[in-house]
């Protein structure tokens, strides 16, 4: 069986931490920014850190390779980066 790559799209959107948490850039920055509230570009501004569950699906299915391993336990699933399994 051939081995999964990772998306195209998902490389130019997310970075996944030493920790294992996926960085992204929000969204709605790239024009008419006269109409839109101070507040709001702020906000979108700096990157944010995606919600565990949106995180672990992102590494799983469009980030096979990005150094988060699955570490399967008898009932539920936990994502862990490489340092943590040493």
Do not use: L
């Amino acid at each position: 069986m051939p081995k999964m790559k990772t998306k195209s799209s998902a490389k130019k959107r997310f970075k996944v931490t030493g920790s294992g948490k996926v960085k992204f850039k929000p969204a709605f920055t790239s024009h008419m920014m006269m109409n839109k509230p101070k507040s709001a570009k702020r906000k979108a501004k700096t990157p944010a850190t995606m919600f565990k569950a949106d995180g672990e699906k992102v590494v799983t299915y469009f980030m096979p390779n990005s150094g988060v391993r699955r570490k399967i336990d008898s009932k539920k699933s936990t994502y862990k980066s490489k340092k943590e399994f040493n």
